[in-house]
């Protein structure tokens, strides 16, 4: 047996808090994929060695506070108007990257006019959506995004089709304008799931430094506190009872961002 | 600089981009309209931004973006317009952040029609969205006046940090009168400190209107405050007329107060000692200037396009002792000078006792 070393072997560095993430508490629940969007979002912005370009639009929802957790220039839009402020702010800084960071009550709800237009636009921001099918922040209502039966405090009974209507897809109405360059859907529900949602992030943000027009990552997440359940049992209805209805996949990607 | 003949909102647009306009955003609505044309030809020649919006909503937040970008930058609307920015304007206001709303007001409520009003005066000046906080608001009588303001409101805006209106009624926006405009200004070689530029070289910046804390929350309102109290001691405007030996007073702004001034001249004409009060601020409201006025006189008439919304604020500048009369015309009704000299003349004689003769020429 040999014995044991006094000093450890030189070690690699396996793991290190990004630089564009900013060291403070969040005001997430525990287990919440929020915190995980974040940590993607601030390692692809390290990559690209971007934060000292970046500005960051937060919304109105959980993630209100956004601007604060990430150690690179942000402000606080009213809700939903993110991409009407991102506008504002790429227009008259076109070198700098833009982007948001929004909830489907945010974006896909009161905001979707400024998230379409944005979109019809061209205009070279990055929307990060992350869809949880319901209102977090104020306490679990109904989102366009939540689905057929799913029980939220506005539809207590479980959502009927015929009162709210379907279940609205982001990804698919975004890629069918001719200014979305870049538009995928990703989940957070699992490892291998979340690596492919940070290089989807990496790939938006590079759409952007290209020049290429619109691009959105829509990430599939969990609001544990709201749908009552376990922080595991919150992944695992993503994976069964999200995935057969927002299925994640490309939605759109023009020829040129394929090259990146 | 030689005088031109101009429209008004022509007039407002080019006096902004010689003000250092770098970003416009904007959606059509008259008596407006021709303000964004012209800047959508102007701005681009110039290498600026101009941006038509899908919405008022839309157009506020891109001038929120904007402001937090380090830009000076403008938006102009009417009514309906005006009241879909609320939310914008009141968190631009939340920020600390300047920014100028050009409201070519129109008759409501509702859609109203698109003639000339000033039925948004309750609206820009009692806070322009939800929370405790006045704009600065500027209200131009003339073409040239328009132009002047407009160059104010820019500089009053990056001085406080504050969201400033310019309130023209829609004659002021579509009349077209000889002006002299301001030169060219060059734009700021730098960005202002809270600029989110990228967090280059120092920290990150953040720009929000969000205090969770009550404690914070009360603190920045404090602040907010503060520097409208200041803005009230410092930036109260107004021009008068007549008012040396007057007994009597009249006050309206805007082209309310211009009809005024030619009723006044003809109340002048007849023997009658009037004086004429046309507030330029509307916030703050010029009230040092007007109670010193109202202790000389015996009696005041307010003139408004609107059912008495100025009004008030006159009658808190005149207490409980001096009787106020009231002449206004709504939904788009403009009045006429006979309108408002008969007014003037049944007010005065019900409350000036006996007015000594006017002698000599008292100047306008
Ligand atoms: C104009 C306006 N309407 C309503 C609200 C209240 N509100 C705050 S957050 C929110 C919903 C946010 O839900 P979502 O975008 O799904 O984000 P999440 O909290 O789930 O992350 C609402 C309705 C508001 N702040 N402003
Ligand atoms: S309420 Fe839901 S979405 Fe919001 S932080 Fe908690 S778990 Fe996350």
Known sequence: MSPIPMVPPAMEPVYQHPLALADVHTTYCPGCTHGIAHRLIAEAIDELGLRERAILVAPVGCAVFSYEYFNMDGCEAPHGRAPAMATGIKRCQPDQIVMTYQGDGDLASIGIGEAIHAASRAEPITIIFVNNAIYGMTGGQMAPTTLAGQKTTSSPAGRAIPIPGQPLHISELLAGLPGSAYVVRRSLHDAANIRKAKKAIVTALKVQMAGLGFSLVELLSSCPTNWGMTPPQALDWIKTNMLPIYPVGDYKIVEAAKQL | ?364
Do not use: W
């Open chain 2, 1 to 364: 600089m030689a005088r031109q003949l101009m429209k008004g909102n022509v007039a407002i647009a080019e006096a902004a981009l010689r003000a250092g306009l770098e970003a416009y955003f904007g959606y059509p609505i008259t008596p407006q309209t021709e303000l964004l044309e012209y800047l959508a030809q102007r701005m681009p020649e110039l290498g600026r931004v101009f941006l038509q919006a899908e919405s008022e909503i839309a157009a506020i937040n891109m001038v929120y973006g904007a402001a937090c970008a380090g830009a000076r930058t403008m938006t102009s609307s009417s009514g309906p317009g005006m009241s879909l920015m609320q939310e914008g304007l009141s968190y631009i206001a939340g920020s600390d952040i300047p920014a100028v709303v050009v409201d070519v007001m129109r008759g409501g409520p509702g859609l109203g029609n698109i003639q000339p009003s000033q039925s948004d005066y309750f609206q820009v000046t009692r806070s322009a969205g939800h929370g405790d906080y006045h704009p600065i608001v500027l209200a131009p009588g003339s073409v040239q006046e328009a132009v002047d303001l407009t160059v104010l409101a820019f500089d009053l805006a990056d001085h406080y940090r504050h969201l400033v209106i310019l309130a023209a009624d829609g004659l002021i926006g579509q009349m077209m009168e000889p002006c002299e405009l301001p030169p060219m200004r060059p734009l700021p070689s730098s960005k202002p400190d809270y600029a989110l530029t990228g967090a280059k070289d120092r920290p990150a910046r953040r720009i929000a209107s969000l205090y969770l804390k009550p404690e914070d929350g009360e603190a920045h309102n404090r602040k907010i405050q503060a520097r409208l109290a200041q803005i009230r001691e410092s930036e109260q405007r107004s021009v008068e007329h007549f008012t040396e030996d007057a007994d009597f007073l009249v006050i309206g702004y805007g082209s309310a107060g211009r009809i005024a001034y030619s009723a006044v001249e003809a109340a002048r004409a007849q023997g009658l000692r009037a004086g004429l009060f046309r507030p330029i601020s509307l916030y703050p409201f010029p009230d040092i200037r007007l109670s010193q006025l109202l202790a000389q006189v015996e009696g005041c008439l307010v003139v408004e396009m609107n059912a008495g919304q100025m009004l008030e604020d006159v009658r808190l500048a005149a207490g409980h002792d001096l009787p106020v009369a009231f002449y206004g015309r709504m939904g788009g009704m403009v009045p006429t000078t006979e309108d408002v000299l008969s007014a003037l003349k049944s007010a005065y004689s019900e409350f000036v006792a006996e007015s000594a003769p006017v002698v000599g020429k008292v100047k306008g």
